[in-house]
């Protein structure tokens, strides 16, 4: 395959598609961050690509500090810090932020540094308990992409949702990959240790 060939199969791209890039947060991009609970952080170490899920309570998964700069919190998980490692080496990264129940998502370039400066931990104080550390974007693009994927994939639809969760708990699935031995594989248990991690902070 050729890039020449490739374009060929698909064709131009929509004019709207090529100028709807801004390099600046506008306001309708601040308000889709302010609502967004969920996003997937995209980075790199020059050869490896690592895509990591972040959630928060609105208002506090990420924070538009100016027009050209977003905060996003890095909380307790299970320490491996690979896309924080990554932002250390390549500072790259790619923001794929969702709101539940909106088929649009919002895409986010920029370039990215971690900082464990108590200002900005500070900012995304929860029940008293801060981050481990935040991570400080400067924003290089901007734009809203069309929900036509959310929309084929039933992503809000809930009558397509399985009724019954349709694969094996988490700790299964390590176990079965790597024959490491785990403390639980009932999910009710995986739950309420998440909620208590949570809770943690």
């Not at 920029?110 to 935040?134: E, S």
């Not at 959310?150 to 949702?161: E, K, Q, Y």
Request: with cysteine.
């Amino acid at each position: 395959m050729t890039p020449e060939k490739l374009r060929s199969i698909y064709g131009a791209p929509l004019k709207i598609a090529e100028q709807k890039i801004i390099d600046f947060l506008d306001p309708h991009c601040i308000s889709f961050i302010d609502n967004s609970t969920f996003l997937v952080l995209g980075t790199s170490d020059g050869e490896n690509i690592d895509l990591s899920p972040k959630g928060d309570p609105q208002g506090n998964l990420a924070i538009v500090e100016d027009e050209k700069t977003i905060l996003i919190a890095d909380r307790h998980g299970n320490k491996r810090l690979d896309g924080l490692f990554n932002i250390l080496k390549y500072p790259k990264i790619s923001l794929l932020f969702f709101i539940t129940n909106v088929t649009e998502t919002l895409r986010v370039k920029g370039n990215a540094v971690v900082t464990d400066d108590i200002t900005y931990l500070n900012k995304f104080q929860i029940n008293g308990k801060n981050p481990k550390t935040v991570t400080k974007i400067k924003v290089e693009k901007a734009f809203i992409h069309c929900g036509k994927a959310l929309v084929r994939g039933n992503m809000w639809d809930h009558n397509t949702w399985p009724k019954e969760r349709p694969i094996a708990p988490i700790y299964q699935i390590i176990r079965d990959q790597t024959g490491q031995k785990v403390h639980t594989i009932d999910q009710v248990q995986i739950e309420k240790e998440y909620k208590e991690e949570i809770d943690l902070g």
